[in-house]
């Protein structure tokens, strides 16, 4: 008989904490949440195991308070998963299991679908005699449809009011009782298509047959250039799973992108699909959460997040534009849910599906090394031709808000020939800096080392780090000039100047600040669609995912600032940016032309990838890093230590070089500032760690991790640890 529970808090400890099970009662089970007291406060902790011996002397172990849930909430692979995953990621399980889960599970509130209440008689109700009502004629009318039949509150609300029905109650002749949710499963006896599918081309064919037949757990690159048909790929390998009554899990990268994806599988399957992205209330996302665990949601699709949502019948997970960066969680246990999509996959024994027109150089490295099956997609499949490119050389060319001359005239032929034109430029607001034309002092953020980015729609100066807001300076705070002047270019300085020049275009912009309110971006798209705009102009925002088959010139503004970071991914991400920009256009009868502009022009990197593509280019790029011994040929993990006082940070992360230091197998770098050394008032460095083998470094840092926290100075600085970091 099981005494004790090891139970998983969200704490910041390593560890399980034992309790004990109450009086009378069989413990809670494993995956189970129970109520604790934890020091003074309560706290919703997740059972992992059952013991008969607990951690500390019997006499010290108090029971826990309740147990809220008659099940496991997680099935065990995903119990498995977690563990593995604050296993990888050096995290507390605790605070693993805090994030897989819904919000709303966070609480102590039962893990039960909200459904609707059922009116019907009670006994006395049963046997009253109706000719009591005659005068009371809603009532009557509400005792007399009862008297046929139970009916749900939406239909009962039809027949009286509210009121009437209260009064009723108190009576005690009729009452209202939840009904026990009932998954509607029927789209596993018979799987309904709305759409036919469409016939596949040959690469496609060669696809669909060999990941629809595989058994098991086996991982898969598609790698398909844009508009190659990689979505009708997936709708192919989802009708299949369906047939065979398994659900399968999309992630995608963005929520921009979940109601184009979800539309278009709504068109295909008539099925139940659950949709979980950052945006819904913790209560639908509950429910999104509980109908897919049910096995009622037979497509669940969702952002990073909702590759912790519980499958009944898992039969194949997707996850689309792989490369995609904001797959890494950034706060809190920083996994990365490509990653642990394909742990996800081993676990339950399914195949991954990793799908992109720009393969990261990681997983890259794990098709060509076969780890991973490698099928290719290398022609457009609808109506589109592949788009051309050209360079601008804008060294020593007269600039309007960045833009060339040659630019210029490029973007006129297409207005003129009643095309679309889209522009990028990563970098919202009017100008990147605020400059002083007396003195030339910028303006520069008190907390941060970075310059306000100017905003002249909102007459505001902002710091994108921080989030500080200032009104604009009339007078310079160096010399008190007031000849100021916002200095670079931004998307709002953009298309100001082009709707002074194309003033016959209309024109539109999407960026965060444009689409900040709800319901904005989706409008302004459709805007595009529907051919309301001539004039694109957008940052990374309009790079993903959507299609428009007007825009026949693509620009890039400005590519030299992506191309020049620290970041040793940096040229990896710029090729990724510029191939995603450029597949948004074009179509047969009106191809797409891609236009760079940079200084750079010579740039290998530049060259490369328009020569040859992104394909050779990231195997070139995949060498090189080999070469540096960099990721993927290598394994990073990095400590980042923030403090007030900076000496704290750094002389913390130094002491954790010296722990590290002694071994082989371990090169150890650093402490060295980050990229922005100070943000928000507080000092940020950095200790990168490299091993060649992951074993190594797995076992290097668990054996010095009590070492680590037991430091003096780790109670004295904001620190965290990132394996697999992306951005440095
Ligand atoms: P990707 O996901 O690779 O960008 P999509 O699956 O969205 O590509 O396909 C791009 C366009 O080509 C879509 O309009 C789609 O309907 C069309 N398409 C895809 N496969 C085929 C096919 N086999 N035959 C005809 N059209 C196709
Ligand atoms: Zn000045
Ligand atoms: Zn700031």
Redesign the pocket.
């Known amino acids: 008989m099981t005494q004790y529970v090891e139970v998983a808090l969200a704490v910041p400890l390593r560890k399980t904490f034992s309790y004990g099970v109450p009086k009378h009662q069989s413990p809670a089970h494993i995956g189970a949440r129970v109520l604790v007291r934890f020091g003074p406060q309560t706290q919703v902790g997740l059972v992992v195991a059952h013991s008969d011996t607990p951690q500390v002397s019997p006499d010290k172990v108090r029971s826990y308070i309740k147990c809220l849930d008659d099940q496991a909430l997680f099935p065990e692979t995903l119990l498995q998963l977690c563990q593995w995953a604050a296993r990888y990621y050096f995290a507390p399980l605790g605070q693993m299991l805090t994030q897989a889960l819904p919000l709303a599970l966070r609480q102590d509130v039962s893990a039960t679908l909200e459904t609707e209440l059922q009116w019907s008689l009670t006994d006395a109700g049963e046997g009253i005699d109706l000719s009591e009502f005659k005068r009371a004629k809603q009532q009557l009318k509400v005792l007399t449809a009862l008297n046929q039949s139970p009916l749900p509150q939406s239909q009962m609300e039809q027949i009286a009011s509210k009121s009437v029905l209260k009064v009723l109650q108190d009576k005690g002749v009729i009452q209202a009782q939840p009904q026990p949710f009932e998954p509607d499963l029927s789209w596993r006896q018979q799987l309904q298509t709305n759409e036919a599918p469409l016939t596949l081309n040959s690469e496609q064919a060669i696809a669909v047959a060999a990941i629809s037949s595989q058994q098991g757990f086996q991982t898969s690159l598609l790698e398909g250039i844009t508009g190659s048909g990689k979505t009708e790929v997936y709708l192919h390998l989802i009708d299949a799973q369906l047939k065979k009554g398994n659900q399968v899990l999309v992630l995608v990268p963005e929520i921009g992108l979940t109601p184009q994806t979800v539309s278009r599988f709504q068109r295909r399957f008539d099925v139940p699909i659950s949709v979980l992205h950052s945006s819904l209330t913790p209560k639908q996302r509950l429910n999104a959460w509980l109908r897919a665990r049910a096995g009622e949601s037979a497509i669940i699709i969702g952002t990073r997040s909702a590759l912790f949502t519980p499958m009944k019948w898992p039969g194949l997970i997707i996850l689309d534009e792989e490369h995609d960066q904001s797959f890494k969680q950034q706060e809190g246990v920083r996994y990365h849910a490509r990653d642990l999509a394909v742990m996800r996959g081993h676990l339950e024994q399914v195949p991954v599906l990793l799908g992109t027109a720009t393969p990261s150089l990681e997983t890259l490295h794990n098709a060509l090394s076969e780890r991973y099956h490698h099928y290719q997609l290398k022609s457009r499949a609808g109506n589109a031709a592949i788009a051309s490119h050209s360079l601008i050389d804008l060294t020593h060319q007269p600039l309007e808000a960045g833009i060339s001359p040659a630019l210029f005239e490029k973007i006129g032929e297409q207005l003129r020939a009643g095309n679309q034109v889209m522009l990028f430029l990563n970098r919202r607001g009017y100008a990147p800096a605020l400059l002083c034309h007396e003195c030339g002092h910028l303006h520069q953020?008190?907390?941060?080392d970075?310059f306000?980015t100017l905003h002249k729609s909102n007459h505001q100066i902002h710091?994108?780090?921080?989030?500080?807001v200032q009104a604009i300076p009339h007078q310079c705070v160096n010399c008190s000039s007031t000849l100021l002047f916002g200095h670079g270019v931004g998307t709002e300085q953009l298309e100001q100047v082009l709707a002074e020049r194309f003033n016959d275009y209309p024109i539109v912009r999407i960026d965060r600040d444009s689409t900040r309110r709800k319901g904005e971006l989706d409008k302004r798209l459709k805007g595009i669609k529907n051919g309301d705009y001539r004039i694109l102009i957008g940052t990374q925002m309009l790079a993903k995912g959507h299609h428009f088959p007007d825009v026949t010139l693509v620009g890039l503004v400005d590519v030299d600032g992506a191309l020049f970071s620290s970041d040793f991914r940096a040229p990896e991400k710029v090729a990724q940016l510029i191939t995603q920009v450029a597949g948004r256009a074009g179509r047969a009868s009106k191809p797409g032309h891609v236009v760079l502009q940079t200084h750079q022009p010579q740039h290998p990197v530049i060259q490369q990838l328009l020569r040859e593509g992104y394909g050779p280019l990231s195997r070139s790029l995949l060498t090189e890093r080999q070469h540096a011994m960099l990721p993927p040929s290598t394994h990073m993990l990095l400590f980042q230590a923030e403090a007030h006082e900076g000496q704290r940070a750094y002389d913390f992360l130094f002491e954790v070089a010296n722990l590290l230091r002694g071994y082989q197998a371990l090169e150890v770098l650093g402490p060295l500032p980050a990229a922005i050394e100070r943000?928000?008032?507080k000092y940020r460095y950095h200790l990168i760690c490299q091993a060649a083998n992951r074993n190594h470094l797995q076992a290097i840092i668990e054996a010095n991790l009590d070492a680590i926290e037991q430091l003096e100075l780790a109670r004295k600085c904001r620190w965290n640890l990132d394996r697999d970091p992306q951005d440095l």
């Open positions: 953020c008190q907390r941060c970075a306000y710091c994108h780090h921080c989030d500080d943000k928000a008032g």
